[in-house]
Every structure is written in structure tokens, then in C-alpha cells.
């Protein structure tokens, strides 16, 4: 202690400044060389290096395994061509307002959609279930102005005045199953009817569909009808229990009208084959679907990732892999996982429980919050029966943003991630649900502490080179308290 109290005490002022200057320039290159390997690789030098080599010197394990050396990059300009950016769709799996939106209204209270969410579906009604002819019948008529009002209660007195004046008035039937039937099963009781009604139109209207072109827009409408009805029909079985009818049906719909794969309804397949755990099935039809052509979907790459992560899950221990490297059905998974978490980043914090679900919305925007809390919302009980999917996946999932930094400024199998989708997904999802704005790449630690250490030490030789004198005192000071 005394030989430090004499050897400070022979310090002049000019050694204090020129080991602050010295500390702050050193400082200063740490934080321009922390930024720039930030910049170009996405993450923190010296994280990389304590995480990679010190901590297996200390007995540690990485947390993670090792992120996957590339990827084919053949869908980008594919994916780029067939997905536009922001481009809302119907959701393949919405459910019904009467018995499950407004049910939920009336326990909590809160709304469930919103304005903008309801106005798209209003537009969807208009699209596909009227038409130019139906001038030509009374009920189509009433149904017309039926699908254009605002208030609940007066759809719903339409409906039924079109059913007075033709009882078989097959989208009539439709609006009551959606928002006046209060259960599950009374919404299956009005699509039976609608059935009945909508196929007994529709054959009519193939036999004369070829004399006009005012015929050929009518029996568009009436397939539209059709479909729209076997397909509520499909969910109704599935939400009752009766899933294997609701695949057949499904499957049937899929064989006799494949020219209307824009409905999605391999989607609802998927999900039901998921619930019967018949993963053969349900890898034959992402065979299908799964294909560099087609638009891709949340629903599409995170099936995939979990059909190979269930290869592996059971098994997989972090710390093993870290220490033996990953095995080739392994990498496989892992690369799953990475590609669907680039096409969307927010599923897996509903799938880890990171974050709350809401009631999905009944439109949804591909790669933003609204598909993920539509997928998470009926998928998350497939990833729990599979042991281990949840674990693979919370090991894995963030090592994409370490593949691709700045997914808002470039991809690596996909598209950059679209700047609008926040906004667009604050216009769907309701005001009490918190929007997730992934991807955001946070600055590492290192890179705030040296950016400090810079500034804290320009301060000291600041201060030291106006205050030489009561700098040397407060340095001595320190010294003396710290000894």
C-alpha cells in the first residue's frame, strides 16, 4: 500500500491525460471493430468468442447447436415472384361468429375483430356468393343487400326474409350458420340445409351454364356457394370429433374441384391428418403443396419443421450435439426449423408460450403476426404431442436471425421480410393484442458496454485535460479507497 500511495503520488497530471486519451482511443477501435463484425455477421466478436471458446474451457456448453453452413437459395426469386408483399388472405381456418366470436364477446367483453377484419369478409360475401343475374330471383336479391350491412341483427332479418320468399335460398342458409346459430352444432344444422339447397342450384345450373355468359357467372357463384358450404361443413365435423369424415370430405372437395386450391383448403387437411396423427398422410400432401411454384404459408413450413423435427426431438440434447455435432437427420430438422422461422419469425414465441393467443382473425397476412396466431392457435397441440419438438425448436429457432442479420434488408431462401406488415397486422388483429414487430435485430451487450467504455473514458480525458489538478486528487483518491 505505501509503495502505490509513493509511486501516485509521483504522477503528474499530463500521465493521467494521456492514459485516459490512450483508454478512450482503445476503447474507441473495441467499439468500431464490435460494430463493423455486427454489421456484416450479426453478432458480438467477443460474445462469439467467450461463447465458442472460453465457455467449453470453463466445462460450459453452448445452448444451442450450431447453425446449419447454407442453404439452396433456389425459392428466393421463385417466392419473390408469387408472394406479394402485404397481400391479406382469408383465413383457411377461420372460426364461426355466432358460435365462437361472439361467445368470446360475450364472456370477456372485448371484441374479437375488427372493423377492417369484418369489412374484407363483407367484400369475400359480395365476391363470391352474389352475382349479376340475381336480379332475376327475389331471395338472391334481399341476400345481395343482406351481404352489405353493417349490423349483425340486420343481416340476420334478411336472411330470413329471403328464405320467405324461397325457402330454398341456399346463401341465406349460409349467414344464419355464421353468426346467428350460438353452437357448433346449430351452425352444422343451417350448412346441412345450405347443402341441400346449394347442390340442387348448382346442378341447374351446370346443365344451362353454356347458353349465356350471365349463366357461366351464376354457376361460378353457385360452385363458390358449394364449396364454401362442404368446407364449413368439413370444419363442423372436425370441431365435433368427427375428424375422419371431416378429411373425407376434405379430400373429396380438393379431388372435384382442384382449380380452387386459392381457398386453401389443403390447409384444413393438414391440420386435421395432423390431429389424427397420420403423418404419412400429411407429409404426401406437403409433397403437393410443398413446392418451389406454390406460395408457401406458415402452415406449409412449420409442418414441414415439425415432421422432421419429430425424426429427432425425442432424442435431441443440446449439450450432446454441441459436443458431437449434429447428425444429418439432425441438420435436417434444424434447417426446417430455420427456413420456417425466416418465412415467419413470430410463430414460435405462441408455440413456446412466450406470448398469449387471441382468437385468430378472420383474414391474415402471410409472414406477419396475424398468420402466426392463426397457425399457433390450432397447431400448438401438435407440436406438444410430439416429445421434444418444443424443446428442439426453443433450441433452435434463433439461430436463423444469426444466419440472416437483417431479414428486413435480404433473405436467404425468401424474399427480405416485408417493412408494411406491422401495420398491416395492427388493421386485423384487435387493439388489446400486443402486435409482434419481429424481427428487430437488438444490438449485443458487448457492443452497448464498449460504446460506454468509449464514451466514459473520452469523458475522464475531457475532464483530466481542463481539470488536471482535481483529477489527479480524485485519481489518487480511488486508488487509496480501492487499496
Known amino acids: 500500500l505505501l509503495t502505490v500511495t509513493t509511486f501516485l503520488s509521483t504522477l503528474t497530471p499530463k500521465f493521467y491525460f494521456a492514459l485516459t486519451v490512450t483508454s478512450s482511443f482503445i476503447s474507441g477501435l473495441i467499439f468500431v471493430f464490435e460494430w463493423w463484425h455486427f454489421r456484416k455477421y450479426g453478432t458480438s466478436f467477443i460474445e462469439q468468442v467467450s461463447v465458442s471458446h472460453l465457455r467449453p474451457l470453463i466445462g460450459g456448453a453452448e445452448s444451442s447447436p450450431p447453425a446449419p453452413a447454407a442453404f439452396s437459395a433456389g425459392e428466393n426469386e421463385t417466392s419473390r415472384q408469387n408472394m406479394p408483399e402485404c397481400k391479406v388472405w382469408r383465413n383457411p381456418l377461420n372460426l364461426f361468429r355466432g358460435a365462437e366470436y361472439s361467445r368470446y364477446m360475450w364472456v370477456t367483453g372485448k371484441e374479437p375483430l375488427t ?245 385468430p382473425p378472420e383474414h391474415i397476412l402471410k409472414r406477419g403476426d396475424s398468420e402466426a396466431v392463426a397457425y399457433a392457435f390450432f397447431h400448438l397441440q401438435h407440436w406438444k404431442r410430439i416429445e421434444g419438438a418444443l424443446n428442439l425448436l426453443h433450441c433452435t429457432w434463433e439461430g436463423t436471425f444469426r444466419m440472416i442479420p437483417y431479414p428486413l434488408e435480404k433473405g436467404h431462401l425468401f424474399y427480405p421480410y416485408p417493412s408494411c406488415t406491422e401495420t398491416a397486422d395492427r388493421e386485423l388483429l384487435p387493439t388489446f393484442h400486443e402486435v409482434s414487430v419481429y424481427p428487430q435485430k437488438e444490438l449485443p451487450f458487448f457492443i452497448h458496454f464498449t460504446a460506454g467504455l468509449c464514451s466514459f473514458s473520452a469523458m475522464l480525458a475531457l475532464l483530466t485535460h481542463q481539470f488536471p489538478e482535481l483529477m489527479v486528487i480524485f485519481a489518487k483518491a480511488v486508488s487509496t479507497v480501492s487499496a
Open 115 to 359: 372493423y377492417y377484419d369484418m369489412n374484407l369478409s363483407a367484400q369475400d360475401h359480395q365476391t363470391f356468393f352474389t352475382c349479376d343475374t340475381d336480379a332475376l330471383r327475389p331471395s338472391d336479391t334481399v341476400m345481395q343487400k343482406a351481404w352489405r350491412e353493417r349490423n349483425p341483427q340486420a343481416r340476420i332479418k334478411a336472411a330470413y326474409q329471403a328464405l320467405e320468399l324461397n325457402n330454398d335460398c341456399a346463401t341465406a342458409y349460409v349467414l344464419l350458420a355464421e353468426e346467428e346459430a350460438t353452437t357448433i352444432v346449430d351452425a352444422e344444422k343451417y350448412f346441412k340445409q345450405a347443402l341441400k339447397a346449394g347442390e340442387m342450384i348448382y346442378r341447374k345450373s351446370q346443365n344451362c351454364h353454356s347458353q349465356s355468359p350471365q349463366h357461366e357467372a351464376q354457376l361460378r357463384r353457385d360452385t363458390n356457394v358449394l364449396v364454401y358450404v362442404k368446407r364449413r361443413l368439413a370444419m363442423c365435423a372436425r370441431k365435433l370429433g368427427r375428424i375422419r369424415e371431416a378429411v373425407k370430405i376434405m379430400r373429396d372437395l380438393m379431388k372435384e374441384f382442384p382449380l380452387l386450391s386459392m381457398l386453401n383448403i389443403h390447409e384444413n387437411l393438414l391440420e386435421a391428418l395432423l390431429e389424427l396423427q397420420a403423418y404419412a398422410d400429411v407429409q404426401a400432401v406437403l409433397a403437393k403443396y410443398d413446392d418451389i411454384s406454390l406460395p408457401k404459408s406458415a402452415a406449409i413450413c412449420y409442418t414441414a419443421a415439425l415432421l422432421k423435427a419429430r425424426a429427432v426431438s425425442e432424442r435431441f440434447s443440446p449439450e450432446t450435439a454441441s459436443k458431437r455435432g449434429l447428425s444429418t437427420a439432425e441438420i435436417n430438422a434444424v434447417e426446417a426449423i430455420h427456413r420456417a422461422v425466416e418465412f415467419n419469425p413470430h410463430v414460435p414465441k405462441y408455440l413456446l408460450e412466450m406470448k398469449s393467443l387471441v382468437l
